[in-house]
């Protein structure tokens, strides 16, 4: 058997035990035998291909598993990684990011809106972008800061995806020692339908006072 046929069984038992939901219950949806289900969730059974599909559906949902895979590569990755949905939520974080201390809690203030109203036009843009791409599939936010005297550059490389419906954003944030306050930009980077290269455009420029 193989390791997804596998999950795909343990992961139909944990679900049903959860939802407290009876094995003949989940034969009938599938239109399979009780036993049959019983050798999918002990691993003494294959479930064929549009078995897999079928459980995979049921569990998650059409929709779903696109957005659950992508979170689960954020969560498990060693790079700094934050994905966000359409109302500006993170909802992951990858392990540096997670970790006690981190980068954030140094320095997420600068890309916090409430906190630095400086950035406000660029997630207002980022939500525009979320709810209508427009071509658009991705974003690179240039904030130049000052923080206990030293100068430092915030950047967000941003790649907005569509899932089945869901948009969502995959941000990876670095901060670096700057010689000077650069100044702040946002760029987009946008893709044609014909297969033409894609353009990257500086739509918003601030420049900071030297």
């Not at 779903?64 to 060693?78: G, M």
Request: glycine fraction near 6%; hydrophobic fraction near 40%.
């Amino acid at each position: 058997m193989n390791e997804i046929s596998r999950s795909i069984g343990q992961a139909l038992r944990n679900w049903r035990i959860h939802a407290r939901i009876q094995q003949a219950t989940i034969a009938e949806c599938l239109g399979v035998t009780q036993s049959q289900v019983s050798r999918w969730e002990s691993g003494r059974d294959t479930p064929r291909p549009h078995n897999i599909d079928a459980i995979r559906r049921l569990i998650w949902g059409p929709e779903a598993e696109p957005a659950r895979a992508l979170r689960h590569f954020v969560e498990q990755s060693d790079q700094h990684l934050m994905l966000i949905d359409a109302d500006l939520s993170t909802i992951a974080r990858s392990r540096p990011l997670r970790a006690e201390p981190n980068v954030l809690d140094s320095f997420g203030w600068v890309i916090d809106p409430d906190a630095n109203p400086a950035c406000a036009p660029l997630w207002r843009r980022l939500a525009t972008l979320l709810a209508e791409p427009g071509g658009a599939i991705g974003l690179n936010i240039v904030l130049p800061f000052e923080q206990d005297g030293r100068q430092w550059c915030a950047s967000l490389a941003m790649t907005i995806y569509s899932l089945a419906g869901m948009r969502l954003c995959l941000a990876e944030p670095r901060f670096t020692r700057s010689d000077g306050l650069a100044d702040m930009r946002l760029e987009e980077t946008r893709i044609a339908e014909t297969d033409t290269p894609r353009q990257r455009t500086t739509i918003w420029q601030r420049e900071l006072a030297s």
